[in-house]
């Protein structure tokens, strides 16, 4: 087989899968330390404007963040939220996945995973609480925060708190709204919803991305700088 054939044969599987396993694909994993397969695959990513990555033994397909065609906008991401879904909806949802991932990877050792599952309960319990702080905080200092962070902090905790708890089968409440984050996280093959769905994990896949490719030191201390800072504020409330 080619080397462009064999290229094309890697890049159909991880744009069906996101992933290749070396378990699944053992021959096509071999074919990806080929130089000659990997010049052709460098072609893709760049045309494809995306990045194929190996760790340990897998391969992923990362769409650039500005990818139009594998990537996922924010006119997606409104439309998956619902019809009458918000901008500031949208990023709502932005703001719940980053504390999900602060959550789980907040660390600085070679293992920066922290917890092996968070509580959905707990997890609404501990937004609240953030929220909260963000609508009674001096306000020089969120809009400072915000500035930094290039989002509305007070909008989208307004949006937050308007919305009850639970109520059964409803996706606008605030147990509805992590749910919804929750599941296009699954579908990416991210997290694991467990306990009928009362309880997340993470999966292999993000384990890996966090662990050798999105996190090192100065990113972790971002992300820790803003949520430690809104937690510290929560707690002297």
């Known amino acids: 087989m080619s080397s462009v054939r064999t290229a094309i044969e890697i890049f159909k599987v991880l744009l069906e899968h996101g992933q290749l396993d070396r378990d699944a694909h053992s ?7 080929n130089s000659e397969v990997q010049e052709v695959l460098s072609e893709f990513e760049e045309e494809m404007e995306c990045r194929i990555i190996k760790i340990n033994n897998t391969i992923y397909l990362l769409p650039n963040h500005d990818n139009s065609l594998l990537g996922f906008k924010n006119k997606n991401f409104r439309e998956w ?9 949208v990023y709502l949802s932005y703001y719940i996945t980053m504390f999900i991932l602060y ?61 009850i708890v639970y109520e059964e089968n409803k996706r606008t409440t605030k147990h509805g709204t992590v749910l919804r984050i929750c599941t296009l996280l699954e579908q ?13 994990r993470t999966t292999k896949k993000l384990d890996d991305l966090m662990t050798y490719y999105f996190l090192n030191d100065s990113r972790i201390d971002e992300i820790n700088s803003i949520f430690t800072e809104e937690g510290n504020n929560a707690s002297n409330k």
């Open 103 to 163: 959550k789980f990877y907040s660390g600085k050792n070679k293992n920066p995973k922290q917890r092996e599952f968070i509580r959905v309960m707990a997890l609404i319990d501990e937004l609240d609480q953030r929220f909260e702080a963000i609508l009674t905080n001096n306000q020089e200092d969120v809009i400072e925060t915000e500035e930094d962070l290039n989002i509305n902090l007070i909008r989208i905790a307004e949006v937050w708190n308007q919305k």
């Open 27 to 33: 021959d096509l994993f071999i074919e990806c330390l």
């Open 81 to 89: 939220i619902g019809s009458n879904a918000r901008l500031s909806d």
């Open 188 to 200: 990416e093959k991210l997290i694991r919803l467990m306990e009928d769905k009362q309880e997340i």
